[in-house]
């Protein structure tokens, strides 16, 4: 295994279990290899923390080190990682060593027995302890967001400074990326004979929209899931726009500037926003909470004596480039069937490529690719025909089936790996990532667009 140059910062296993206590040491059953990635698990107060360790990585220490207020969040992280070391299929085998008290981020910037710091919790202190990670030397993969606000952005571009001048990673975990339609479609969006020139659009009619779905009340392998009270408050958990829309807009830039160098200051005008609240009553909360009242933070959210008004729904209208695109994040309560659920479309032209999740999709994401433009039908059936073609040395399997005037993009099920499995895709990503020294060129720049848009986006809605 090569070593991580610039990167792992425990030269010799022998140095850090000096540091050690006799019962640390018995804990930790495998060895110490300095040339590998050790986990160190802050504060996982949201449940995508466990998810990047649903699976086993040769690369990852199996023993991870937890710091964590006592409490109810990082029982619900424990419990997830417990359920994927005891499954009968491909269990994993964590050694989770924790630490439970008030100074728990003071205890594992003391006592540094990881070099990777995992954020996913509340996402008030987050860039906080983004900014300490890095400046401690210590790499970071954090959920998103990575900023909620201005003021946190102002930070969070700080951090990256640092993070280049430590030669450390600081990135985030952006599963969409993974999604096999969203794969598909950014691999046709690029192909001229089939799509054509990216259309420009108008504010009212833009040429990139997405809109994304989500439900409070859902279950996440396999288990109804808790969520913390704090997850309803913006101050803390965020606004949509700032929250979920990191991953629309990142989808945005990732498909339709491939691999290029974003300047936030030029490529970037926001034009309009909004953001709107989803009405909760007690009797939801308590059954996505397990609480049977609001703490006092909420209290500014409530209306007519019991009606939380949950900060959950927002709209983006900005041009990437001159590129119109709208993104829209919403919450609700519970989805009366399927899930989660997610619509995209991109206007080129000679092809309008589209993803749906519908009943009529059996509530799982499709791609259709129809015609724009006055190209002959037979024409375009051909160009269909050889984008395909194309796809499959890629992606083996993939067909299509015709559908009046649009074509249907059959997947095979091997591609399907679920969200969930995203996580895994993305930590794989990042351990190439960490193998090499360095973040491709554009990443940088396209976290920083990133937050810039969303951050901005929510300054201008709360100003309207």
Not at 103 to 110: S, V
Not at 194 to 201: C, N
């Amino acid at each position: 295994m090569k070593h991580f140059t610039g990167l792992l910062f425990f030269a010799m296993s022998s140095a850090i279990l000096g540091c050690q206590s006799p019962s640390e040491k018995e804990a930790e059953t495998v060895k110490t290899d300095s040339n590998m990635v050790r986990l160190l698990t802050l504060d996982p107060g949201h449940f995508h923390a466990a998810l990047v360790q649903k699976t086993s990585y040769p690369d990852i220490d199996t023993t991870v080190h937890v710091y964590a207020p006592d409490g109810t969040e990082v029982e619900s992280y424990l419990n997830l990682v417990k359920q994927y070391n005891g499954r009968t299929d491909d269990p994993t085998h964590w050694n989770e060593v924790v630490y439970k008290g008030t100074d728990f981020a003071e205890k594992m910037f003391a006592e540094r027995k990881g070099n990777v710091v995992v954020l996913s919790g509340n996402n008030r202190l987050k860039t906080d302890y983004i900014s300490q990670s890095v400046a401690a030397g210590l790499n970071v993969l954090a959920d998103k967001p990575m900023a909620i606000d201005t003021a946190n952005f102002a930070k969070l571009v700080t951090a990256f400074d640092a993070a280049a001048a430590k030669k450390v990673l600081l990135y985030d975990i952006m599963t969409e990326r993974s999604e096999i339609t969203n794969m598909l479609q950014k691999e046709l969006m690029h192909m001229p004979e089939l799509f054509g020139d990216q259309q420009k659009g108008t504010e009212k009619d833009p040429a990139v929209m997405i809109e994304s779905i989500h439900y409070f009340s859902k279950s996440v392998s396999g288990r109804q899931l808790i969520r913390p009270d704090w997850f309803f408050d913006p101050r803390q958990q965020g606004d949509a726009i700032a929250d979920v829309g990191t991953h629309l807009v990142d989808i945005v830039q990732w498909q339709c500037f491939p691999e290029e160098v974003l300047d936030y200051a030029k490529d970037i005008r926001i034009n309009r926003s909004r953001i709107w609240p989803t009405p909760l009553t007690l009797s939801q909360f308590s059954s996505v909470t397990g609480k049977m009242s609001y703490p006092d933070f909420l209290k500014p959210y409530i209306v007519k004596d019991s009606i939380l008004n949950t900060h959950a729904n927002g709209e983006m209208n900005y041009t990437l480039r001159d590129i119109h695109v709208k993104i829209i994040a919403r919450w609700d309560y519970k989805a009366a069937e399927g899930g989660d659920s997610h619509y995209a479309v991109v206007k080129g032209s000679k092809a309008i490529l589209e993803i749906r999740q519908t009943k009529a999709e059996n509530f799982k994401p499709v791609l259709y690719i129809k015609p724009a433009g006055s190209t002959p039908r037979a024409d375009f059936e051909a160009s269909v025909q050889q984008a395909i073609v194309q796809i499959n040395k890629t992606y083996p399997g993939v067909s299509v089936e015709k559908n009046n005037n649009e074509w249907k993009v059959i997947v095979p099920a091997r591609y399907d790996v679920g969200h969930e499995a995203h996580f895994g895709q993305v930590m794989e990503r990042y351990l190439d990532y960490l193998k090499q020294g360095k973040l491709p060129a554009w990443e940088v720049p396209g976290m920083i667009a990133k937050y810039y848009t969303t951050t901005q986006s929510l300054a201008k809605a709360i100003k309207e």
